[in-house]
């Protein structure tokens, strides 16, 4: 079936410092992907998605490109801040009928350093 | 506008008993969908709804699960004769149409003693 793998963490960086959080996808079709950050205490966000080979997703610093050939959606930023500290989750979802469930690697959590 | 909603927020339960987990989706939205995040791990699919009918609950994991939108709108989660390994955080979803990204509510952590 579909599936996601993004690096396990837990990721610690200094502030300013260059942020890769790689992700992988596994799946039959086209999917859209997505990454979706969660910040202590609170619920997932939408943070950026591209629903398409070569579309690059991009919101608060951070960007995202949808890479067919080699099946990967890496995430980036140039500088982290401290409150980039969270958990970063890659997802797909394949659409098409009815149902556009998620599927969601297992998460990499970021801490960021003053 | 206010988001996803669900309560409780945290709910403990013993071995054996029912429990019942709300969501509230954001007003208008008519796709709604449950998540279920065990610890160290991503969501996983347990139901969509596209208004008041489950199109797919392929990720119920057992007969004990069950859930309903009977108006389209709210939705409820039930679990019957709870297990330990059924302590997770729920997560509720909605959007305004199929297609559309989802708004997470911010889930309701499930302890089953």
């Known amino acids: 079936g579909d599936s996601v793998t993004q690096m396990e963490g837990p990721v610690t960086l200094s502030e300013e410092a260059f942020l890769t959080i790689n992700c992988t996808y596994t799946?039959?079709?086209?999917?859209?992907l997505f990454w979706y950050v969660q910040y202590p205490g609170e619920g997932l966000q939408l943070l950026l998605k591209a629903t398409k080979a070569d579309d690059k997703g991009s919101n608060k610093g951070f960007e995202a490109t949808y890479r067919k050939e080699t099946t990967s959606f890496h995430l980036e930023k140039g500088s982290v801040q401290v409150s980039d500290s969270a958990v970063y989750f890659c997802a797909l979802t394949m659409g098409g009928g009815s149902n556009y469930k998620l599927t969601f690697g297992k998460g990499t959590l970021l801490t960021v350093n003053p | 506008g206010a988001g996803v909603s669900q309560t409780p927020s945290n709910k403990v339960t013993e071995k054996g008993k029912y429990v019942e987990l709300r969501c509230d989706p954001i007003s208008g939205h008519t796709a709604l969908y449950w998540y279920r995040q065990s610890l160290g791990q991503g969501p996983e699919f347990l139901i969509y709804?596209?208004?008041?009918?489950?199109?797919?609950d392929s990720g119920l994991p057992n007969d004990r699960f069950f859930a309903v939108r009977p108006e389209g709108s709210v939705s409820t989660l039930k679990i019957q004769r709870t297990e330990r390994g059924d302590s997770a955080v729920y997560l509720c979803?909605?959007?305004?149409?199929?297609?559309?990204?989802?708004?997470f509510g911010p889930g309701t952590r499930l302890t089953v003693l």
């Open positions: 979803a909605s959007s305004p149409n199929q297609g559309d990204w989802q708004f």
């Open positions: 709804f596209q208004g008041t009918g489950a199109a797919d």
């Open positions: 799946a039959t079709g086209y999917p859209s």
